[in-house]
């Protein structure tokens, strides 16, 4: 069984810049989350993906947009990227909204 | 809204010391209960959960007991070894939106 991967590992970018991380969930998964990891702060929720429409929104502007496909894999997108923006950007799976997650290795962003 | 909150770190203890991380939270509703462990340049880790009052979760030597009356969901482990040193991350789950709120971590390091 192959765990949530996530692609690029690691990623540097210019403010202003668009960005595209890529997640694809535990076999059998159908649902996906996404959170930012501030450095020495826990993961802060971004949204979530079940069965590819989007049922749950943390805090975050829209210039934070998601999708995910019907292989239950996911896209998250980042617009006019800010320094702020610079995280660790961790994916969830799980096999339905109320069960429990499992997270991928994250992709670290830097935003100059 | 929701949130958790967990003793600062670091921790530093000798191997072989007893652990306790606390963990409270506040929440309208019964949230599922969870602690998760994060290695250094990796995701997280499930480590262990309750989903209800009295529940006590246990994983590794690891234990934490869901207190309703306290609103506490406190880490304890026994006896740590140096492999513990992580850092760990007390979360709840909504049970009406499935969302998971963490807090902010506290950094373990267990010393030979």
């Known amino acids: 069984e192959t765990g949530v991967t996530q692609s690029p590992t690691h990623l540097i970018k210019t403010r202003g810049q668009q960005v595209t991380l890529r997640c694809s969930s535990q076999?059998?998964?159908?649902?996906v989350s996404w959170y930012q990891q501030a450095l020495g702060q826990g993961p802060q929720f971004i949204f979530q993906?079940?069965?590819?429409?989007?049922?749950g929104r943390g805090n975050f502007p829209p210039r934070f947009s998601g999708l995910q496909f019907p292989n239950y894999s996911s896209e998250l997108n980042v617009n006019a990227l800010e320094l702020d923006d610079s995280a660790l950007y961790l994916c969830a799976s799980s096999g339905g909204q109320g069960h429990e997650q499992y997270f991928g290795p994250g992709t670290r962003l830097t935003v100059t | 809204g929701d949130s958790v909150t967990q003793m600062e770190g670091p921790v530093t203890l000798s191997e072989e010391a007893f652990l306790t991380i606390n963990c409270t939270y506040t929440?309208?509703?019964?949230?599922?209960l969870f602690w998760y462990v994060q290695y250094p340049g990796e995701g997280l880790q499930l480590l262990l959960k309750?989903?209800?009052?009295?529940d006590k979760g246990s994983n590794k030597g690891f234990e934490a007991t869901y207190r309703k009356e306290t609103t506490s969901f406190h880490l304890e482990k026994g006896s740590v070894q140096v492999s513990d040193s992580a850092v760990y991350f007390c979360?709840?789950?909504?049970?009406?939106?499935?969302?998971?709120?963490f807090g902010t971590g506290t950094r373990l390091k267990v010393l030979a």
């Open positions: 076999s059998g998964h159908n649902t």
């Open positions: 929440a309208t509703g019964y949230p599922s």
């Open positions: 979360a709840l789950r909504d049970p009406g939106t499935y969302k998971y709120i």
């Open positions: 993906y079940y069965r590819e429409e989007e049922n």
């Open positions: 309750a989903t209800k009052a009295d």
